[in-house]
């Protein structure tokens, strides 16, 4: 008989986007539904380079959280970052981990992507902070592309493996980092084998489509992220590490909205709006190798086990019932299309058991 229900315990979200204002507003209550903490990515204008920029972000979110969803028993921990920049000094790295909010630093190399331009230029700026980072055992969230505009689009992962994260890890050997949305073999194939304390996560749009979709008939800006999709042999790579059992595999869907009119234009932006089906779509890939039963690992346990948090006791539902992604959901005025926007699912999350 094939499986109906599929019940796990509660997931979280290892790299979510959240932004802020009315667009905060409109789309916590999908994250919100689903899981019960996220890393909130720190890329906002201007960026969360303080703790007393994190603090007040976090209290900005809980202010978010809908009066409905609260009285239907729904509960959302915001788990902060900072963002590093070439002037992170030691001493904010210190005051981050006494805070007790903020549960790692993000690493976006000056110009990768989305509101990076306050990142870092040479690595070799940041080793106070990074030292400062291995010794309270402060987690490094890395997003993993190398900037230069003469390497391909499609090898700034690979490359930005031989010529930065390998020597930083050489020379901070104890760091503990999370390579943040992996889209290639050899990240996988690198983060498996490695030894030390890197992790990596992976999203929903890197295990379900490859390069293709960017092209289907057209050009389909929906489909495009940072960093971009590539061949199907990275997509099988990832899809075998996701479900594959490993601890160094965790779930962090990179949601990362723009409004339909800055993605439907000349020069669209990056970043995929995963957070109202994102369940569904992992499960939508695990269950395409038949591994449903490998999804409560990396989604719910893995990530809190890297963090050193507790995980989750509550229980949530999944039920088999196709539906359509099927409307652009309205938001700060404008819409956002969400990921797999006209396609079928085979899943609904159902909520708490
Ligand atoms: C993210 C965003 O829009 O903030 N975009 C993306 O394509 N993933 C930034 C990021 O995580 O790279
Ligand atoms: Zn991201």
Redesign the pocket.
């Known amino acids: 008989m094939t499986l109906q229900h599929f019940v796990m315990t509660q997931p979280d979200d290892w ?1 979510l ?1 959240l932004r802020d204002g009315e667009m905060l507003k409109a789309v916590l209550p999908y994250t919100a539904r689903q899981f019960a903490r996220a890393i909130v ?1 720190p ?1 906002l204008k201007p960026p969360v380079t303080t703790v007393g920029h994190a603090t007040a972000y976090a209290q900005r979110i809980r202010a978010a959280l809908p009066t409905e969803l609260i009285e239907q028993g729904v509960t959302f921990e915001p788990l902060m970052t900072l963002y590093l920049t070439d002037q992170t000094a030691a001493e904010e790295i210190q005051r981050a981990k006494d805070s007790g909010i903020v549960q790692a630093v993000k690493l ?1 190399p000056a110009g ?5 331009e306050s990142g870092v230029t040479d690595l070799n700026r940041c080793s106070k902070a990074l030292e400062a980072m291995q010794k309270n055992a402060m987690v490094l969230c890395i ?1 993993g592309e190398v900037t230069h505009q003469d390497i391909d689009v499609f090898d700034r992962e690979a490359v930005f493996i031989d010529r930065v994260l390998i020597p930083l890890r050489h020379r901070f050997p104890e760091l503990r980092i999370v390579f ?2 992996i889209t290639t073999r050899q990240a996988a194939e690198y983060v498996q084998s490695a030894s030390g304390p890197i992790a990596a996560t992976i999203t929903p749009q890197h295990l379900l489509y490859n390069r293709n979709a960017l092209f289907q008939g057209g050009i389909r800006p929906h489909y ?4 971009v999709l590539k061949r199907e042999v990275h997509r099988q790579a990832l899809l075998a590490a996701a479900t594959g059992g490993s601890p160094k595999f965790f779930l962090g869907t ?1 949601s ?1 909205p ?1 409004e339909q009119a800055a993605k439907e234009t000349a020069c669209g ?4 709006f995963s957070a109202p089906f994102a369940l569904e779509l992992y499960a939508q890939a695990f269950a395409s190798v038949d591994a449903l039963d490998r999804l409560e690992a990396f989604a719910s346990f893995y990530g809190p086990d890297f963090y050193g948090l507790p995980r989750n006791t509550k229980k949530i539902k999944l039920s088999r019932v196709a539906q359509k992604i099927s409307s652009p959901i309205a938001a700060a005025g404008g819409f956002l299309v969400p990921l797999g926007f006209g396609e079928p699912l085979e899943w609904q999350f159902e909520g708490p058991t």
């Open positions: 790299h986007h990515m890329n976006y990768a992507t989305t509101n990076s997003h943040e949305h495009y992220c940072l960093p990179d990362a723009h932006c990056a970043g995929c």
